[in-house]
């Protein structure tokens, strides 16, 4: 496509550049650095952004998962036979998976109602909040059931916000 007189440069940044007859053979251009715009520049730092957010989110999902006896021994009761504890602590771990799709159709129309920016933010917030719950969450031994329950809740919001992330992240970069 060539450009006319009225159009400018930034409208056609991902095009190839034609030149004329009197650029051939010359480096006028040589030393120059390709157009960078605001908006590229911006999309830039908020997919790095959402990348380091998800790295940060499996992350915790790998550590739970990796420590999954661990937190067996301290939210289920330990007069239980064989390794009930840690069979309990994969399920929970599973149900948060299963939480990833309601997340993603939830933040989706958030994104579509409100901007995929905003979706994005509520979805950081919400893994960062149950992430730091599940610190604070108290074992069997001074809660009995109830730490059992906390800890699903915090799972389930957990995987619910990685879903949202994971589907307005991949979203974010196709927009301009």
């Not at 948060?96 to 950081?124: N, T, V, W």
């Not at 059931?145 to 994971?166: P, T």
Request: glycine fraction near 12%; aromatic fraction near 12%.
């Amino acid at each position: 496509m060539v450009a006319n007189a009225n159009t400018s440069r930034e409208q056609f940044a991902d095009e190839p550049v034609e030149s004329n007859d009197d650029d051939v053979g010359s480096d006028k251009h040589a030393d120059a650095a390709p157009p960078c715009t605001t908006a590229t520049a911006n999309s830039t730092g908020k997919t790095l952004a959402g990348i380091i957010g998800n790295v940060l989110e499996w992350y915790d999902f790998a550590v739970f998962g990796f420590l999954s006896d661990v937190i067996g021994g301290v939210f289920f009761p330990a007069h239980q036979s064989g390794h009930l504890a840690i069979t309990e602590s994969f399920l929970i771990f599973g149900g948060a998976f299963l939480m990833r799709p309601l997340g993603g159709l939830f933040f989706g129309y958030i994104g579509d109602k409100y901007g995929r920016e905003k979706a994005l933010r509520i979805s950081i917030f919400l893994m960062a909040f149950p992430t730091f719950a599940m610190g604070c969450l108290p074992s069997y031994e001074n809660a009995g059931a109830a730490s059992i329950v906390l800890l699903i809740i915090v799972r389930l919001l957990q995987g619910f916000s990685v879903g949202g992330q994971v589907r307005v992240l991949s979203s974010l970069r196709g927009i301009r």
